[in-house]
């Protein structure tokens, strides 16, 4: 049987137990700013593509005007896309660190897992 915790907003799963395990299980803190951390990146990613997007414009926007031969608008339209630029270098290098800190945090999670298994198995060894 699969235990699970449930709080208002967040479901947690947890492994089967054996009967020798008897842990209660609780969404904690960790969990939670776990979720908030995977919830800013989704959100960073996103304004990422929307980043991309809008520069894809401004680039349109620039060609267009060649065409028309108006190059004052032509200049606009490259500055407003070179902001863009500095704003997508700047979120992608936010972007980066956090996966870093989320890959950190699941690699520690998946280390503390390793250790109690041994410690459980070295305990059934021992008996």
Same mark, same amino acid.
């Given at each position: 049987?699969?235990?699970?915790? @449930?709080?208002?907003?967040?479901?947690?799963?947890?492994?089967? @137990?054996?009967?020798?395990?008897?842990?209660?299980?609780?969404?904690?803190?960790?969990?939670?700013?776990?979720?908030?951390?995977?919830?800013?990146?989704?959100?960073?990613?996103?304004?990422?593509?929307?980043? +991309?997007? =809008?520069?894809?414009? +401004?680039?349109?926007?620039?060609?267009?005007?060649?065409?028309?031969?108006?190059?004052?608008?032509?200049?606009?339209?490259?500055?407003?896309?070179? =902001?863009? +630029?500095?704003? @997508?270098?700047? !979120?992608?290098?936010? !972007?980066?660190? @956090?996966?870093?800190?989320?890959?950190?945090?699941? !690699?520690?999670?998946?280390?503390?897992?390793?250790?109690? =298994?041994?410690?459980?198995?070295?305990?059934?060894?021992?008996?």
């Amino acid at each position: 049987m699969q235990k699970t915790a @449930l709080s208002s907003q967040v479901i947690k799963f947890a492994p089967p @137990l054996t009967t020798t395990q008897k842990q209660s299980l609780s969404i904690t803190e960790s969990d939670t700013s776990i979720l908030n951390l995977l919830s800013a990146l989704e959100t960073l990613s996103n304004y990422i593509t929307s980043l +991309e997007s =809008r520069m894809a414009a +401004e680039q349109a926007q620039a060609v267009s005007y060649l065409s028309k031969k108006q190059p004052n608008m032509v200049k606009s339209h490259l500055i407003a896309k070179k =902001r863009l +630029e500095k704003v @997508l270098q700047e !979120r992608v290098g936010s !972007r980066h660190k @956090l996966q870093e800190v989320v890959f950190g945090i699941e !690699r520690a999670k998946g280390d503390e897992e390793v250790s109690f =298994r041994m410690f459980l198995f070295s305990g059934l060894c021992t008996n």
